[in-house]
């Protein structure tokens, strides 16, 4: 929804400015000039972008135009599991969490948690991570290099995203040059005609730059930026259930271990320690906060 806010207010604060100055808002719809900034940036992307990136691009852009998932609630659900995990094993024994770290689609603990079911990415690295610490016995410092590696190699792979688009950025003006470049052209085979059409040429000319730096600083660089926070905000969710886990493994209290995993989330999405006491007590009496 800020993307869509923050797009309407950029075309109205620019359009509406060049209105009030007396601009003739028609000038700007040059379709030659559009054609070259829209084939050049489409064509540069399919050169310099991987086919597998290009192919995840538009479920990128839908996650940013609905907002920032990783909220307070998803991250205190998130705290019920690792803690509800912990406490099973704790009270039954590790091997009780084979059933569900093998099968977390039928499990009983992670079906309540619809979120993460529903990005495979932290439930694979969640779930992963429990089946070698039961079945393999690794130890404390080997879970906690295997979550480092996994969360690095992730987070290298997402900004691949927001890098993309960045670079696109960047490219704009410089493209945008060249549609003025060939107006020019244009213009110079008119050079003694009416002033008239002289200017009409120079006018199209010009907008082509216009196109590509209004598009590079006012959409494309911003869409960069907020890829790279979605992307943050990812890797502090996995850092989230890795600090937990590697406290569980080092045979902290399962209490305690959320409490290690709580205290790494950013604090505008941090759940108080009371909120997170509260839905343990809940998980220990049986129930479900």
């Not at 990128?60 to 599991?81: M, S």
């Not at 009983?108 to 089946?131: E, G, M, Q, V, W």
């Amino acid at each position: 929804m800020a993307l869509i806010i923050g797009t309407i207010i950029v075309v109205v604060g620019v359009l509406g400015g060049f209105l009030m100055a007396g601009g003739p808002v028609f000038v700007l719809m040059q379709v030659p000039e559009f054609i070259v900034m829209g084939a050049a940036t489409i064509g540069s992307l399919l050169i310099g972008t991987p086919l597998w990136l290009l192919k995840k691009m538009p479920s990128k852009i839908r996650q940013l135009l609905k907002g920032d998932p990783y909220t307070k609630q998803e991250y205190l659900t998130l705290l019920q599991t690792l803690f509800e995990l912990f406490h099973l094993s704790a009270r039954t024994g590790l091997m009780d969490l084979e059933s569900h770290a093998e099968h977390p689609e039928n499990s009983a603990i992670f079906t309540k948690n619809s979120f993460l079911l529903t990005h495979p990415h932290a439930l694979h690295y969640l779930c992963d991570t429990l089946r070698l610490v039961i079945s393999a016995g690794i130890s404390e410092q080997d879970v906690e290099f295997l979550l480092d590696a996994d969360s690095e190699t992730h987070h290298e792979e997402m900004n691949g995203f927001s890098l993309t688009f960045s670079k696109v950025g960047d490219a704009l003006p410089g493209l945008g040059i060249v549609a003025a470049v060939l107006g020019i052209i244009i213009t110079m085979g008119s050079i003694g005609g009416p002033p008239e059409a002289v200017g009409e040429h120079v006018a199209a000319a010009l907008v082509g730059t216009f196109i590509g730096v209004l598009a590079s600083y006012g959409f494309v660089g911003p869409i960069a930026n907020g890829l790279e926070f979605i992307n943050q905000s990812e890797e502090r969710y996995l850092t989230c259930i890795k600090n937990g886990v590697v406290a569980f493994a080092k045979g902290n209290p399962p209490v305690i271990a959320v409490e290690v995993a709580r205290r790494v989330i950013y604090s505008h999405v941090r759940p108080s320690f009371q909120e997170m006491d509260d839905v343990c007590r809940a998980v220990k009496s049986g129930g479900r906060a």
